[in-house]
């Protein structure tokens, strides 16, 4: 039985909160001061921290310290009446697992309880935030304490997103995720897989853009040495590499026509015939997709399959835009600034209130990667305490025209049209000088018609 100590001055709530969980089936302890937590500590084991931030001795932050001070590796979920974004920042800075605001919502406190205690304490990175560039969801140790690899936001689109997640994961329905480029598909996908009964078999991930036509069966099916000019060795396809766990296909839409027929019949049949090979291989595959244009129009057009696409679309997760979540801002730049520091070695404390204002009023074209890449820059550059607007990049600290570009597609067009020719048509430093990735670039390309 997990055992939790409840760490709050509100006795009442406490003995609530201990008689609520006592039912889910945790065994609690409880204690009202800073003091008597550390005693209680210090002298008993436990599996999970649950503290208000403001206590009358101290506060939640000193007890996350305390923790770290000794290498405890037991999880500290904070709850707070004084549901700030800095309190939330400043206590996963120090290593709390989670953070609930008060009225506690006991379902959703539930959750984050389960998902504390039931995941390892530590745990390899899987790769780099996805937030930032769409990667996994993992932590790793650092100091004795937990690092989360990601964060969740805040606002109402964030808190829906993972609640899908976190009811979809566990079942076998292909899920498709829909969102701008930078928004974080891959680190959704990995934590379904993570999240589903499959988590100890392996996640593929294949970015479907990359992929030539005339080797596409090959990458998802494999091939027989000497089936083709160049095939010196029998090669494992995504799809038997994946067998028993998760196959993601990322830009699903970028996918040729033929190799969207052949997709098909291999859900279909659920067996895979490397090229040039004389066995058919039965496969066991979740398929989770990702995509940044609307599939339904390409239906329409007739560039996507719409039988290919019910295959794909059992549940829809729609990413959230940066823009369209500014209460998130903030949260995920301080984020991405303690992940700079790890990484530069430095010891910035924050933004300044104009880099601050820069960041809120930016309008995120790029959304979180974009994000990642510019408070990463910034960082590098800094010589204070703090982040100022000195070293953002000018596109951000000129948010407004940035804005105006995105709500008039003339504009847009006219600057990637200058953009291209500022580059001598060079489509890598004119996405990076517009602020998005290639992939983006390319779909606008499509979109207005450019050469």
């Known amino acids: 039985m997990k055992r939790i100590l409840i760490v709050d001055d509100d006795v009442t709530f406490a003995l609530m909160l201990a008689t609520w969980l006592g039912k889910k089936g945790f065994e609690t302890a409880t204690a009202a001061s800073l003091e008597a937590a550390r005693k209680r500590l210090a002298e008993e084991s436990c599996d999970l921290v649950l503290t208000d931030m403001r206590l009358p001795d101290g506060d939640g932050t000193d007890l996350l310290e305390w923790i770290a001070r000794r290498a405890e590796a037991v999880p500290v979920i904070v709850m707070t009446g004084y549901a700030e974004i800095g309190n939330a920042v400043r206590s996963m800075k120090l290593g709390a697992k989670d953070y609930v605001s008060k009225p506690v919502n006991p379902e959703e406190l539930l959750q984050k309880i389960r998902e504390a205690t039931e995941r390892p304490k530590t745990a390899a990175s899987a790769a780099v935030p996805a937030v930032g560039n769409d990667a996994a969801s993992a932590v790793r140790p650092s100091a004795g304490r937990t690092v989360p690899d990601y964060i969740e936001g805040r606002s109402d689109a964030a808190r829906k997103l993972y609640e899908h997640v976190r009811l ?20 959704i996908a990995r934590l379904i897989h993570e999240r589903s009964r499959r988590a100890d078999k392996p996640f ?37 590499a994946a067998n028993g766990g998760t196959l993601f296909l990322d830009e699903v ?23 040039g090979g004389l066995r058919e291989i039965p496969t066991d595959i979740r398929i989770v997709s990702a995509t940044n244009e609307n599939l339904e129009e390409a239906i329409a057009r007739g560039a996507f399959r719409a039988d290919l696409y019910h295959r794909l679309d059992q549940f829809v997760l729609r990413m959230p835009r940066l823009r369209d979540t500014p209460e998130d801002i903030l949260l995920y730049a301080d984020f991405f600034l303690d992940e700079a ?6 010891k910035i404390v924050g933004f300044d209130a104009g880099a601050a204002a820069a960041l809120r009023n930016f309008p995120w074209p790029g959304n979180l990667r974009q994000m990642k890449n510019v408070v990463m820059y ?63 670039l390319y779909n606008k390309l499509r979109l207005y018609g450019i050469e």
């Open 168 to 187: 979809v994961a566990p079942t076998q329905m292909s899920v498709l995720i829909e969102g701008e480029s930078g928004t974080g598909k891959e680190h």
């Open 204 to 240: 593929v991930a294949v970015d479907c853009g990359a992929i030539p036509r005339e080797l596409a069966a090959s990458e998802f099916f494999g091939h027989a040495k000497g089936s083709f000019t160049g095939a010196l060795s029998d090669k494992t396809g995504a799809f038997e």
């Open 253 to 275: 839409g970028n996918l040729t026509y033929e190799t969207q027929v052949q997709l098909l019949r291999a859900l279909q049949e659920r067996r895979i015939r490397p090229v």
């Open 341 to 346: 520091n790890r990484e530069l070695d430095k």
């Open 378 to 440: 910034a960082t590098l550059l800094a010589a204070g305490e703090y982040i100022t607007c000195a070293e953002l990049p000018s596109e951000i600290t000129g948010a407004e025209s940035a804005a105006t570009l995105l709500r008039d597609p003339a504009t847009e067009e006219q600057r990637i049209r200058r953009a291209l020719a500022a580059s001598g048509g060079n489509k890598s430093q004119a996405a990076k000088a517009l602020g998005i990735d290639r992939k983006t």
